[in-house]
Nanobody, 127 residues
Protein backbone atom coordinates (compact mmCIF):
# COMPACT_ATOMS: atom_id res chain seq x y z
CA UNK A 1 0.00 0.00 0.00
CA UNK A 2 0.95 3.61 -0.39
CA UNK A 3 1.50 5.81 2.65
CA UNK A 4 -0.20 9.21 2.63
CA UNK A 5 0.40 12.34 4.71
CA UNK A 6 -1.87 15.39 4.42
CA UNK A 7 -0.91 18.95 5.26
CA UNK A 8 -2.14 22.49 4.72
CA UNK A 9 -5.22 22.57 6.89
CA UNK A 10 -6.01 25.42 9.23
CA UNK A 11 -8.43 28.12 10.26
CA UNK A 12 -9.73 30.49 7.58
CA UNK A 13 -12.54 33.01 7.32
CA UNK A 14 -15.51 32.40 5.07
CA UNK A 15 -14.65 33.38 1.52
CA UNK A 16 -11.01 32.54 2.01
CA UNK A 17 -8.80 29.91 0.41
CA UNK A 18 -6.62 27.01 1.46
CA UNK A 19 -4.48 24.54 -0.43
CA UNK A 20 -4.19 21.04 0.94
CA UNK A 21 -1.33 18.75 0.01
CA UNK A 22 -1.01 14.99 0.28
CA UNK A 23 2.44 13.45 -0.02
CA UNK A 24 2.66 9.80 -0.99
CA UNK A 25 5.39 7.24 -0.44
CA UNK A 26 5.95 3.52 -0.55
CA UNK A 27 4.61 2.59 -3.96
CA UNK A 28 4.56 4.04 -7.48
CA UNK A 29 2.36 7.09 -7.01
CA UNK A 30 1.55 7.42 -10.70
CA UNK A 31 -0.23 4.05 -10.63
CA UNK A 32 -2.87 5.31 -8.21
CA UNK A 33 -6.01 7.32 -8.69
CA UNK A 34 -6.35 9.76 -5.82
CA UNK A 35 -9.24 11.25 -3.94
CA UNK A 36 -10.12 13.72 -1.21
CA UNK A 37 -12.83 13.04 1.33
CA UNK A 38 -13.99 14.96 4.37
CA UNK A 39 -15.72 14.20 7.63
CA UNK A 40 -17.46 16.71 9.84
CA UNK A 41 -18.23 15.95 13.51
CA UNK A 42 -20.97 13.34 13.87
CA UNK A 43 -21.24 13.06 10.09
CA UNK A 44 -20.26 10.31 7.70
CA UNK A 45 -17.13 10.63 5.60
CA UNK A 46 -18.08 12.08 2.23
CA UNK A 47 -16.50 12.34 -1.19
CA UNK A 48 -15.03 15.70 -2.22
CA UNK A 49 -12.91 15.27 -5.34
CA UNK A 50 -10.96 12.67 -7.30
CA UNK A 51 -8.34 12.53 -10.00
CA UNK A 52 -7.17 9.70 -12.24
CA UNK A 53 -3.65 8.32 -12.08
CA UNK A 54 -2.62 10.26 -15.19
CA UNK A 55 -4.36 13.44 -14.00
CA UNK A 56 -6.48 13.56 -17.12
CA UNK A 57 -9.82 12.90 -15.42
CA UNK A 58 -11.29 14.70 -12.43
CA UNK A 59 -14.59 14.44 -10.61
CA UNK A 60 -16.13 16.63 -7.91
CA UNK A 61 -18.96 16.52 -5.44
CA UNK A 62 -21.71 18.96 -6.38
CA UNK A 63 -21.17 20.85 -3.13
CA UNK A 64 -17.63 21.88 -4.11
CA UNK A 65 -17.84 22.07 -7.89
CA UNK A 66 -16.56 25.40 -9.14
CA UNK A 67 -14.85 26.19 -5.82
CA UNK A 68 -12.37 23.33 -5.34
CA UNK A 69 -9.73 22.03 -7.74
CA UNK A 70 -7.85 18.77 -7.47
CA UNK A 71 -4.55 18.25 -9.23
CA UNK A 72 -1.45 16.15 -8.90
CA UNK A 73 2.26 16.21 -9.54
CA UNK A 74 3.43 12.68 -10.24
CA UNK A 75 7.07 13.78 -10.26
CA UNK A 76 6.63 15.05 -6.68
CA UNK A 77 4.33 12.20 -5.56
CA UNK A 78 1.82 14.75 -4.35
CA UNK A 79 -1.86 15.46 -4.84
CA UNK A 80 -3.38 18.84 -4.03
CA UNK A 81 -6.78 20.26 -3.24
CA UNK A 82 -7.13 23.98 -3.90
CA UNK A 83 -10.13 25.29 -2.00
CA UNK A 84 -11.58 28.73 -2.68
CA UNK A 85 -14.69 30.61 -1.61
CA UNK A 86 -14.74 28.53 1.54
CA UNK A 87 -17.93 28.27 3.54
CA UNK A 88 -18.51 27.32 7.19
CA UNK A 89 -20.10 24.08 5.97
CA UNK A 90 -16.74 23.10 4.49
CA UNK A 91 -15.42 22.67 8.03
CA UNK A 92 -14.23 19.08 8.44
CA UNK A 93 -11.25 16.81 8.66
CA UNK A 94 -10.01 16.28 5.12
CA UNK A 95 -8.50 12.96 4.10
CA UNK A 96 -6.65 11.95 0.98
CA UNK A 97 -6.90 8.42 -0.31
CA UNK A 98 -5.35 6.22 -3.00
CA UNK A 99 -7.06 3.74 -5.28
CA UNK A 100 -5.42 1.16 -7.53
CA UNK A 101 -7.97 1.08 -10.35
CA UNK A 102 -5.66 -0.36 -13.00
CA UNK A 103 -6.44 2.50 -15.36
CA UNK A 104 -4.92 5.81 -16.42
CA UNK A 105 -8.28 7.57 -16.72
CA UNK A 106 -10.73 6.10 -14.21
CA UNK A 107 -11.53 7.86 -10.97
CA UNK A 108 -13.03 6.50 -7.79
CA UNK A 109 -15.61 8.24 -5.64
CA UNK A 110 -16.83 5.56 -3.25
CA UNK A 111 -15.09 4.91 0.05
CA UNK A 112 -14.68 1.29 -1.00
CA UNK A 113 -12.74 2.30 -4.13
CA UNK A 114 -9.81 3.44 -1.98
CA UNK A 115 -7.38 1.17 -0.17
CA UNK A 116 -4.99 3.64 1.45
CA UNK A 117 -5.86 6.64 3.62
CA UNK A 118 -4.00 9.47 5.26
CA UNK A 119 -4.47 10.60 8.85
CA UNK A 120 -6.40 13.73 7.91
CA UNK A 121 -5.96 17.47 8.27
CA UNK A 122 -8.43 19.80 9.98
CA UNK A 123 -10.02 22.63 8.00
CA UNK A 124 -12.09 25.13 9.95
CA UNK A 125 -13.99 27.93 8.22
CA UNK A 126 -15.28 30.69 10.47
CA UNK A 127 -18.30 32.79 9.59
Amino acid sequence: QVQLVESGGGLVQAGGSLRLSCAASGRTFSNYAMGWFRQAPEEEREFVAAISSSGGTTHYADSVKGRFTIDRDNAENTVYLQMTSLKPEDTAVYYCAAADLGSDYLVGYLLSDFSSWGQGTQVTVSS
